[in-house]
C-alpha cells in the first residue's frame, strides 16, 4: 500500500470516528446506561450490531460513547502535555547553563519512573473521573516533547539569523519567541498529534486496571475489564468491539502523525517518534 493510500485510509478512519462521537448521542439519543436484563448478552443482530453486555446494554452505543471520552482525554492530554513540554524544552535550549541543566535533571527524574506506575500514583489521589485520567497523561507525557524542543532550539540558536538578531540589540526573551519557538511548533504539533494514541492507551490501561473513570462510565477500558468473564464463557463480542475501537482509531491518528512526520523532516523520522 502506498504512501498516499495510507494516508487517506487514515484520514477516513481518523474523521469517521470523530463524526461518530459527535453526531452519534444527537441521531440516537439513547441512555447508554440503559439496563435490560432480558436482553443480556445477545450476539450481534440488526436490534443490536455489536450485542449487548451483561446487563443487557448496547455495545454499539456504549462503544461510541466510550471513544467519545477516549478522544476527549487524548486531545486534552496532548495539547496541556505539548504546552507544558514545548514550554521547558523551549527554556532549556534557549537559557542554557544552569538552567538547562536542572530543567533536564527534572525531565530525567520523571522519565526514571515508568509512564504507567507515575500515572497510577496520579489518579489514586483523586476520585475516579475524567480529569485525574487526563492529568496523569500529561504528567507522564510532556517529557518526549521537551527534549525534541529543546534539542531544536539548541540547534537553531546558531543559525545565522538568530546572530544577526542578538547582535541587533534584540533580548534572549525577544529573540526566543520570536524566532525560536516559531520555528519549533511544527515539531511540537507533531508531537501532541502522535501523543493522542498514546494517551488513549494510558487511559484505557487505567480504565481497565479499575482506576480510571467510575466503573459504570462508558469508557472503552472499563468495558474490555468488565467484558473478561463474558470471554471466558465463550461469549467474544463484548471484547472484541470495545478492543476494535481502542486500536483502529489511534492506529488511523499514528498513521495521520507518521505522513506529517516524513514531510516534516524524512531524515529525522526516529527523533520525532515518542
Do not use: C
Not at 469517521?16 to 462521537?21: K, Q
Not at 453486555?53 to 460513547?65: A, P, Q, W
Not at 483523586?126 to 527534549?147: E, I, K, Y
Not at 478492543?243 to 491518528?253: H, K, N, R, S
Amino acid at each position: 500500500m502506498g504512501d498516499r493510500v495510507r494516508t487517506g485510509v487514515s484520514a477516513a478512519v481518523t474523521a469517521a470516528a470523530v463524526l461518530t462521537v459527535l453526531a452519534v448521542p444527537f441521531a440516537v439519543p439513547l441512555d447508554e446506561q440503559a439496563v435490560d436484563l432480558a436482553a443480556k448478552l445477545q450476539p450481534p443482530s440488526w436490534a443490536h450490531p455489536f450485542g449487548t453486555d451483561e446487563v443487557g446494554r448496547d455495545l454499539l452505543l456504549r462503544s461510541v460513547y466510550g471513544l467519545r471520552v477516549s478522544l476527549f482525554v487524548g486531545v486534552a492530554a496532548a495539547l496541556a502535555a505539548t504546552v507544558i513540554g514545548t514550554a521547558v524544552g523551549a527554556a532549556a535550549g534557549a537559557l542554557g547553563g544552569w538552567a538547562d541543566r536542572v530543567l533536564m535533571r527534572i525531565v530525567d527524574l520523571f522519565s526514571s519512573v515508568p509512564h504507567l506506575l507515575l500515572g497510577i500514583f496520579v489518579v489514586t489521589m483523586f476520585r475516579p473521573g475524567v480529569w485525574p485520567v487526563v492529568a496523569s497523561v500529561v504528567v507522564t507525557h510532556w517529557l518526549s516533547t521537551a527534549r525534541i524542543v529543546r534539542a531544536e532550539v539548541m540547534s537553531l540558536r546558531s543559525r545565522p539569523y538568530v546572530d544577526a538578531a542578538v547582535s541587533g540589540g534584540a533580548s534572549r526573551w525577544r529573540v526566543t519567541v520570536r524566532h525560536l519557538l516559531p520555528a519549533v511548533l511544527p515539531q511540537a504539533g507533531l508531537a501532541a498529534v502522535l501523543m493522542i494514541p498514546h494517551a488513549i492507551w494510558h487511559e484505557s490501561a487505567l480504565s481497565f486496571l479499575g482506576l480510571g473513570l467510575p466503573t459504570h462510565q462508558a469508557s472503552l477500558g472499563n468495558m474490555v475489564q468488565s467484558a473478561r468473564g463474558s470471554l471466558l464463557a465463550g461469549d467474544w463480542w463484548p471484547t472484541l468491539f470495545p478492543g476494535l475501537f481502542i486500536i483502529v482509531p489511534t492506529l488511523a491518528v499514528a498513521g495521520l502523525a507518521g505522513a506529517w512526520r516524513e514531510r516534516l523532516n524524512p531524515r529525522r523520522r526516529s527523533e520525532l517518534t515518542l
